[in-house]
């Protein structure tokens, strides 16, 4: 999976291979790789609602956030099939997230038997 988190707005570096169109090339070639499995871009931080349950299963739910310790924003995922980590570290460095302050992690998708 390709975690794409863009950099705060004040951090935020004017780099070419960021724009609009970079992002619709890259997921074209993605999707034209045959890698692509799932991705999603994510709507605007302020429309996120936090959960948590206390040790008594009480529900508290917060829209005043975020509430990361980061400045870094999650913006959108890939789920791609690639053979190895070298291959999702390509990827994961064609990706116009990882330019301009922003990052792109890399994790594989944990697998359970049922």
């Not at 707005?9 to 169109?21: H, I, N, R």
């Not at 990361?68 to 690639?82: F, H, K, P, Q, S």
Request: proline share 5%; with cysteine.
């Amino acid at each position: 999976m390709l975690l794409i988190n863009s950099a705060p707005a004040d951090l935020a570096e004017d780099v070419p291979g960021t724009s609009f169109e970079d992002w619709q090339v890259y997921d074209k070639t993605v999707k034209n790789s045959g890698i692509f499995v799932a991705g999603h871009s994510l709507a605007d931080l302020t429309t996120a609602t936090t959960v948590r349950v206390d040790r008594d299963g009480q529900r508290t739910i917060a829209t005043d956030g975020p509430f990361a310790e980061t400045r870094e924003v999650l913006g959108g995922y890939y789920v791609i099939d690639v053979p190895d980590l070298d291959a999702a570290l390509d990827w994961a460095a064609r990706c116009p997230g990882s330019r301009g302050g922003g990052s792109v992690v890399v994790r594989p998708v944990a697998e359970f038997e049922v």
